[in-house]
């Protein structure tokens, strides 16, 4: 079956998502194609810019200070190519359009909070969800808080968290329960416990087995599950319950708060017009005179072929397979585009695993011009109308300075607007 669309997205990540819904805003026909590969990681924070200079740790408290820094110190960062005004347009665009599906976000608009994170440390974010919100109040109080751990859930360690930031936050307490109707030394996942707590009697239960340990803790914190589908309903009949703030605390992949996003997206885009092919990924990708782009989609074969005027690339980078990394180089996945890179395998990583100044190969990626267009080896655009967004770009280690959601976001929308722009200028 063969579909033609106006514009093509790749990657169902952040900048995937954000990507179609800034198209479809603008009344672009459009189709997003990719797999949860990386939005399982996703913490649900939205990250501007937290680190610079990385090599020093130092945290930026005004991220928009921050990336003034940082674009005069790394001309060739993506962020140099996009405005702050059109950061923060992004980025409200994409919280409004949240807010609407049901997940309400919570920030201050110059400056970031500190979150807690499952490793038992603080991290610099711009928005959080509201469920996550009370835990960022009750650190800058320090105020007496209990820790909540589930037996059987693997990769959330309430007595890590805790003692890891007992210095800086001494009224932590760490407690271990047993989650309502669990048999003795049941193992518990993240997603089936999120669906669980979505029953009345089992939040019921729950909460009462969290009140009876809650002893003079002002707050309480807890893994990521309060609900999939409906996690404001969760949070507010839990905390109801409990009697004191309550606040979620990212777990390791795959994350409840990144699944609740793709949810959000994938239900609210196919409204706005966007053709979803989820679980799918693009087998062949060719560019034909009289037919644009081409590309073959399907889960191991071709099951449709999708025809565009445009294309946004925003596979990701390892994780979500939009970089391959082979014998003696990465390589781009889809489009075999040129990688930017150290050219020995060797110097990819730097002998200490966690050297402060970070691995070369997190710079990796591709290389765009102004109007967001991965360059060819001459240095000119590869195809006029292949733009690319995200984590794939080349110059940034959005992991380390703390922007990936910011970056993804803000690079989805001016890809975006740099078609749209073409179209009026095509002579560009």
Request: glycine share 8%; hydrophobic share 45%; with cysteine.
């Amino acid at each position: 079956m063969e579909t033609r669309f106006e514009m093509a997205v790749i990657g169902t990540g952040m900048a995937g998502l954000a990507a179609a819904l800034f198209a479809a805003r603008q009344g672009v026909a459009a189709a997003v194609v990719g797999s949860s590969a990386e939005i399982i990681f996703a913490s649900g924070f939205f990250d501007v810019l937290g680190v610079h200079p990385i090599e020093q740790r130092r945290i930026r408290i005004n991220p928009w200070k921050g990336i003034e820094a940082l674009v005069r110190d790394n001309p060739k960062h993506p962020y140099a190519k996009i405005s702050q005004k059109n950061i923060a347009e992004s980025l409200e665009t994409v919280i409004a359009f949240l807010q609407k599906t049901g997940l309400s976000y919570c920030r201050r608009s110059n400056r970031n909070a500190m979150a807690v994170t499952p490793a038992g440390t603080l991290k610099p974010t711009y928005a959080m969800p509201r469920s996550m919100w009370n835990g960022v109040l009750a650190w800058e109080e320090k105020a007496p808080c209990l820790i909540v751990g589930l037996e059987g859930l693997k990769g959330f360690s309430a007595r890590m968290i805790a003692e890891n930031l007992r210095q800086k936050w001494p009224g932590l307490r760490p407690v271990k329960v047993s989650f309502p109707d669990s048999g003795p030394g049941a193992e518990l996942f993240a997603e089936r416990l999120a669906r669980r707590l979505e029953s009345s009697s089992i939040r019921k239960s729950f909460a009462a087995a969290v009140r009876r340990r809650l002893g003079a803790a002002r707050a309480v914190g807890m893994p990521a599950v309060f609900g999939l589908y409906r996690p404001e309903e969760v949070f507010a009949d839990l905390q109801a319950r409990i009697g004191v703030p309550i606040f979620e605390i990212p777990t390791m992949p795959p994350s409840i708060p990144g699944l609740r996003i793709k949810d959000a997206f994938l239900r609210e885009l196919p409204k706005l017009g966007v053709r979803v092919f989820a679980e799918k990924k693009v087998l062949a990708a060719r560019h034909e005179p009289g037919r644009g782009f081409v590309l073959d989609i399907g889960a191991e074969a071709a099951e449709a072929v999708v025809c565009s005027d445009a294309v946004i690339l925003a596979s990701g980078r390892f994780l979500g397979r939009g970089l391959r990394a082979e014998r003696t180089r990465i390589i781009e996945a889809v489009f075999d585009l040129p990688v930017y890179q150290v050219s020995d395998r060797a110097s990819w990583h730097r002998e200490e695993l966690l050297d402060a100044r970070g691995h070369p190969i997190h710079r990796a990626g591709v290389e765009i011009d102004d109007w967001f267009r991965p360059l060819a080896g001459s240095g000119r655009p590869a195809y006029d109308r292949l733009f690319a967004a995200g984590s794939i770009l080349a110059h940034q280690d959005w992991m380390r300075e703390k922007c990936g959601s910011g970056l993804a976001v803000a690079s989805a929308q001016a890809a975006v607007n740099a078609y749209l722009n073409l179209k009026k200028s095509p002579a560009q």
